[in-house]
C-alpha cells in the first residue's frame, strides 16, 4: 500500500482574519522597524513565522478550561491538576510554575550557579546562557561538531560529545560544575534531537561525577517524534512513553510552556528533589509569585495542563512536525539552502550560503530576514551573529558557525497554503539575493541584543 499522507487532526471551529500590505507599507514599516522583525507590529505582517512560542493555537478543550480558573490567591485547584499532570506525563514529582521560561531559568540558575562556576550545555540558548551569566556562570557548549554543520545530516545533532565534556572536567575539576543543561529538540541547531542513548550515557556520566543533570525541556514532545522515527528501539513505542523516559533520565527540569503545551504565556520548573523545592519555592516568590501560581493565572494553568495531555499525543505530533517537513521539503527541492535534517518546530535558512556577498560583520541573516518580509509579509527572525551577541570578557561579537533565518511554524495555527506561500516567498527572495544590502548597528542594547536592535543599510 502507498504510503498514506498525514493530515491534521482537528478542524477548524474560530478564524482570525489576515490581510496582506502593499509593498510600499512593507518598505516603511520595515525602516521603521530599524530593519529588526522583533520590531514590526503584527498588524503590518501577513504570515507570522518569527516564533512558534505563545502563538499555538489553543483546542477547545483548553478554552474551556479557562472558564474553570480557580483564580484563589494561594492553594488554586488548577496548580494542583498541572502539578499532577506534569509529574504524570514528565515524571517530575515537583512544579512550581513561572510566568515563562526565563523564569524558571533566572530561579535555577541563581540557585545553583556560584561565582566562577562552569555550566555545559547542548549548545547555547539566548536566555539560558544569559541567566546563566547573570548568576556569575559561564556557559560551554559540549555538543557534538556536527551540530555547528548545517549541511550534516546527522539524525541527534543535539547529541553530547563526551570528549568536550571530559576535557572541561579536566580543565576546571567537577565542583566547578553545579549541573549540566540539556535542551531536548536543540532550537539554535535547528531543531534538532538529542537520542535516548546519549542522554543515557549522559546520565551514567553525570551519576559518576556526582553532577546534576537538567533539562530544558521546552520542545520534549518533538525530540520524542524524532527518536520514534529514527532511534532503534523506538518505533513501538509512544510519543507519551518517549516523553516520559526522557525526562525521567534528568534531575530537573525548566519550561517554557508556551511551545509544546500550546497556550500563549506560562513555564515552570520542575524536580524530584524535595530540598531543592523547598529552596525553589522560597526565590519565586520574589521574582514571580506565591509556590501556587508563580506568576499564572489559575485559568492559564488549567490551559496548561490540558495542553501537556494533548503534545503528546502521536497524532498531533506527526502532523506538528509533518507540516514543517512539508516546508523544508518544498524550499529543498527548489534549491533553498536549509539546515538538514530539517528540524521539529522550524526551517532555518542558510544565510551564508544564500548571500554570501555579505561578510557576517554585516548580519547576513538579519539582512536576508528583512528582505524576505519586504518581499512577502513573511516575518521570520535571526538566528546568527546578532542573536549571538558578545562575550561577556573580551566584549568581542560571538561569531557562530550558524548565521540562520528561522521560519518557525506556529502549532495548529497555519494550513499547507500558507507554507506554499511562504516557499515561493523565499524561493523569489532567493533569485534576487545579490541585491540585498548587509546592515549596521544604529542601536545595540547591552544584553538580549537581538530583540531591539536597529539597524540602518550599509550601501
Ligand atoms: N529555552 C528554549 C529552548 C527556548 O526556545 C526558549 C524560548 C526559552 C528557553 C525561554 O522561554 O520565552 O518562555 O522565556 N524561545 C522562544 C523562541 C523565545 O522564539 O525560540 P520563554
Known amino acids: 500500500m502507498a504510503r498514506r499522507s498525514w493530515a491534521e487532526p482537528y478542524k477548524i471551529k474560530m478564524v482570525e482574519l489576515i490581510k496582506m500590505s502593499s509593498p510600499e507599507d512593507r518598505l516603511q514599516a520595515i525602516r521603521e522597524a530599524g530593519y529588526n522583525t522583533f520590531l514590526l507590529k503584527s498588524e503590518d505582517v501577513y504570515i507570522d513565522l518569527l516564533t512558534d512560542s505563545g502563538v499555538g493555537a489553543m483546542s477547545d478543550r483548553q478554552w474551556s478550561g479557562l472558564m474553570m480558573g480557580d483564580e484563589a490567591y494561594a492553594g488554586s485547584r488548577n496548580f494542583y491538576h498541572l502539578r499532577d499532570t506534569v509529574e504524570q506525563y514528565y515524571s517530575y514529582k515537583y512544579t512550581v510554575p513561572t510566568h515563562q521560561g526565563r523564569g524558571a531559568e533566572n530561579i535555577i540558575s541563581q540557585l545553583l550557579i556560584s561565582d566562577g562556576d562552569y555550566v555545559p550545555g547542548n549548545m547555547y540558548f539566548t536566555t539560558t546562557r544569559l541567566h546563566q551569566e547573570l548568576a556569575g556562570g559561564t556557559f560551554v557548549d559540549v555538543v557534538i561538531d556536527e551540530a555547528h554543520d548545517p549541511s550534516s545530516e546527522h539524525p541527534f545533532k543535539g547529541n553530547v560529545d563526551f570528549d568536550k565534556l571530559d576535557a572541561l572536567v579536566e580543565k576546571v575539576g567537577a565542583e566547578k560544575i553545579p549541573y549540566i543543561c540539556i535542551a531536548t529538540c536543540v532550537n539554535m541547531a535547528g531543531g534538532q534531537p538529542i537520542s535516548m542513548a546519549n542522554l543515557k550515557q549522559l546520565r551514567t556520566w553525570c551519576d559518576k561525577h556526582g553532577i546534576m543533570l537538567v533539562h530544558d525541556m521546552t520542545r520534549v514532545a518533538e525530540n520524542a517524534y524524532f527518536i520514534q522515527q529514527r532511534e532503534e528501539g523506538y ?22 510552556s508556551k ?28 521574582y514571580e509569585g506565591l509556590h501556587t501560581y508563580g506568576g499564572m493565572a489559575g485559568r492559564d494553568m488549567e490551559a496548561l495542563a490540558i495542553g501537556i495531555t494533548e503534545s503528546v499525543d502521536d497524532q498531533h505530533i506527526r502532523a506538528r512536525v509533518g507540516q514543517v517537513e512539508y516546508l523544508g521539503e518544498k524550499l529543498k527541492s527548489a534549491g533553498v539552502p536549509i539546515v538538514n535534517p530539517i528540524g521539529g518546530h522550524a526551517v532555518f535558512l542558510n544565510a551564508r550560503k544564500i548571500l554570501p556577498h555579505i561578510p557576517q560583520e554585516r548580519f547576513p541573516a538579519q539582512a536576508l530576514s528583512a528582505a524576505l518580509y519586504l518581499e512577502s509579509g513573511v516575518r521570520s527572525m535571526e538566528r546568527g551573529v546578532v542573536s549571538a551577541g558578545r562575550n561577556k570578557d573580551t566584549g568581542e561579537n560571538y561569531m557562530p558557525k550558524l548565521e540562520l533565518v ?54
Open 235 to 256: 518505533q513501538d513505542a509512544s510519543v507519551q512513553q518517549i516523553v516520559y523516559e526522557l525526562c525521567s533520565l534528568t534531575d530537573a527540569a525548566t519550561m517554557s
Open 259 to 286: 511551545k509544546d503545551a500550546m497556550v500563549n504565556i506560562g513555564g515552570f520548573l520542575a524536580m524530584n528533589d524535595p530540598k531543592f523545592y523547598e529552596r525553589a519555592c522560597e526565590l519565586v516568590v520574589v
Open 406 to 459: 528561522r521560519l518557525t511554524i506556529p502549532r495548529r495555527v497555519y494550513t499547507q497554503a500558507h507554507m506554499d506561500v511562504t516557499a515561493e516567498s523565499v524561493i523569489d527572495v532567493m533569485e534576487r539575493a545579490d541585491q540585498i544590502k548587509g546592515l549596521r548597528f544604529t542601536y545595540e542594547p547591552e544584553v538580549l541584543r537581538f530583540f531591539q536592535a536597529r539597524f540602518e543599510l550599509v550601501t
